[in-house]
């Protein structure tokens, strides 16, 4: 795998990471999340790029007000200095939310884009329950997160380590603008805009990202289509490998 980094139009440096031949596809991870996050998943693709946001991995932690459409910005960023024009994306969780500004805002770069667990955000997204939030908070946050992401099941038989629990490095300044960037994500209006054609992935038990938010971004979006994962929580394309990646590589190759 290639690593490098390159630099934001205002100079925060990003780290890249970049694999395989042929046709690019961009991953792009959840929330407080570095490259990590596609470890398993990636190796079912031919030729990837994935990136550390900007507040996680080896890219720089500037303490300023990070959203879901610099990180977007950042994306382009990096597909420039790559000389990529045209790349597949597929962005899960919020990673999902920050696909969507960049092929709504970038129609000419995005040649398929792939949605997973995610949400339109805004008044239009449906929320996870305070229920849900509280859970998240105190000493018992790391188990109830794994929870959110795995079911029991997966868990007996897949003990870990997991990577898409958050990146332990980051400063808790990085942790909280992530949070917000998430939070006050609202491309409601933006999503029409979106010409590639798109592939919605949810799983079927998400508590975390509800299913309830695939349907929306699928009437909203143009030339979508859905896939919903049964009694899968918010990590279905770790848990349903191979599936997962097989609908992915099918829809990506297939004549539309």
């Avoid at 694999?19 to 961009?26: N, R, S, Y």
């Avoid at 190796?43 to 080896?58: E, L, N």
């Avoid at 000389?83 to 919020?94: I, L, N, P």
């Avoid at 092929?103 to 305070?130: D, F, K, M, Y």
């Amino acid at each position: 795998m290639e690593h490098g980094s390159i630099h934001a139009a205002d100079g925060t440096r990003l780290a890249y990471q970049r694999q395989g031949t042929g046709q690019p596809m961009v991953l792009l991870a959840g929330q407080a999340n570095n490259h990590t996050w596609w470890n398993r998943a990636r190796q079912d693709f031919p030729s990837t790029i994935t990136m550390d946001y900007r507040g996680t991995g080896a890219s720089d932690k500037p303490d300023v007000p990070y959203s879901t459409r610099l990180f977007a910005t950042d994306v382009i960023a990096v597909l420039d200095a790559l000389g990529v024009g045209e790349a597949d994306v597929y962005g899960t969780s919020m990673g999902g939310r920050v696909a969507q500004w960049v092929a709504a805002r970038n129609p000419t770069r995005v040649r398929r884009l792939v949605l997973g667990c995610t949400s339109p955000g805004g008044e239009h997204g449906v929320e996870r329950t305070n229920e849900v939030r509280r859970t998240l908070i105190g000493p018992q946050a790391r188990a109830a997160l794994t929870d959110l992401m795995y079911t029991p099941e997966w868990q007996a038989d897949n003990p870990g380590p997991y990577r898409v629990l958050g990146d332990p490095n980051m400063p808790p300044h990085a942790v909280r603008q992530h949070l917000l960037a998430s939070n006050e994500h609202d491309a409601w209006d933006a999503l029409p805009d979106i010409v590639a054609p798109t592939l919605i992935l949810h799983g079927e038990d998400d508590a975390l990202t509800p299913a309830a938010n695939a349907p929306l971004l699928a009437d909203r979006i143009p030339n979508a289509r859905t896939h919903i994962f049964p009694k899968a929580r918010h990590a279905y394309f770790d848990e349903c490998r191979p599936l997962a990646s097989t609908l992915v590589t099918d829809f990506l190759t297939e004549d539309l």
